[in-house]
């Protein structure tokens, strides 16, 4: 079955950085789009970013941009997102995401919280 685990959360303070990774198991990674949500207290669950698969383009949420890199790698069935600059706005629960086969399957989400 898909299975996510997600790590690199945890509490950083405003100006600091995280790497998030979510690898992937149960299905073939590389034919996968990728992306990655957040979800704040009180607030919907958004798009962070997204890569697609082989092209690796990417997008991202005019919040994030210049600031979170999203990337893959696909002999490591792993997503990755670098997060820089980080500010509190950016505390969330952060959820992995795959596009596979017309289903989305979701990460069970990393709490990341950006305080001083």
């Known amino acids: 079955q898909v299975q996510f685990v997600e790590s690199g959360g945890g509490l950083v303070q405003p100006g600091g950085s995280l790497r998030l990774s979510c690898a992937a198991s149960g299905f073939t990674f590389s034919l996968a789009a990728m992306s990655w949500y957040r979800q704040a207290p009180g607030k919907e669950r958004e798009l962070v970013a997204y890569i697609t698969t082989y092209s690796g383009i990417t997008t991202y949420a005019d919040a994030v941009k210049g600031r979170f890199t999203i990337s893959r790698d696909n002999a490591k069935n792993t997503v990755y997102l670098q997060k820089n600059s980080l500010k509190p706005e950016d505390t969330a629960v952060y959820y992995c995401?795959?596009?596979?086969?017309?289903?989305?399957?979701w990460g069970q989400g990393t709490q990341v919280t950006v305080s001083s």
């Open positions: 995401k795959a596009r596979y086969s017309s289903r989305d399957y």
